[in-house]
């Protein structure tokens, strides 16, 4: 099931909406970023209805505001808790009072916390930060959701009507996967080994 939304808002409130339903949050997918839709498209005018049937189409997982803010949370705390940590190591083995130490790290670790949540959400938020968002949103936003069984079509239907989206249509398709799409596809467990398949006769 497919459909096509001119607001970045009412996507996420679908999104949610199919999320609080049932539907797994790995079957659903949104349109990649305005300027990797045409790079990956070399560039043609294709409306964003028939966007959603072309198999190189480029899709991203879903993530709403609250999941991006949770990261942004969880990235900012864990380097703050590094500089921490790191901080009372160096001030232990200079010799500092335990309060001076616990004073400075605890102050370190927020001022390192509040300074990394900056970088971090322009990371996140690029498309934002950049300005495509409006940009997306003229385009037309596409959203992907798989679903298994017609009471699950017609339950996803009607979420996306509901929220205002257009050209809503039920639609098979193959995916190119390309080995780039694949999660941890740089990730080379053993560097010795070559890129040549193992285990043929």
Known sequence: MTGVFHSRRALDDAAQDLLLTGFDR????VSASPDEVQRRLNYAV??????????????????????????EAVAS??????????SALFLMLKGYDPLAVA????????VTGAVTIVPIYRLLRRQQ???????AEWDGLLIWVRVRAPEKEAQA??????HGAQAVHVHEI????????????????????????????
Not at 157 to 162: A, D, F, P, T
Request: proline share 12%; charged share 20%.
């Open 26 to 29: 790995s079957d659903i997918d």
């Open 46 to 71: 294709i409306p964003p209805a028939d966007l959603a049937d072309l198999p190189a189409t480029p899709r991203q997982p879903f993530f709403g505001g609250d999941d991006l803010l949770g990261a």
């Open 77 to 86: 705390s864990v380097l703050g808790c590094i500089a921490a940590a790191g």
């Open 103 to 110: 004073m400075w790290s605890i102050l370190i670790g927020i």
């Open 129 to 135: 930060v950049r300005g495509l968002e409006p940009v």
């Open 157 to 162: 239907q009607e979420i996306l009507m509901r």
């Open 174 to 201: 193959d995916l190119e996967k390309l080995p780039g799409d694949l999660p941890l596809h740089s990730l080379r467990p053993d560097p010795w080994l070559g890129d040549e398949r193992l285990g043929q006769p």
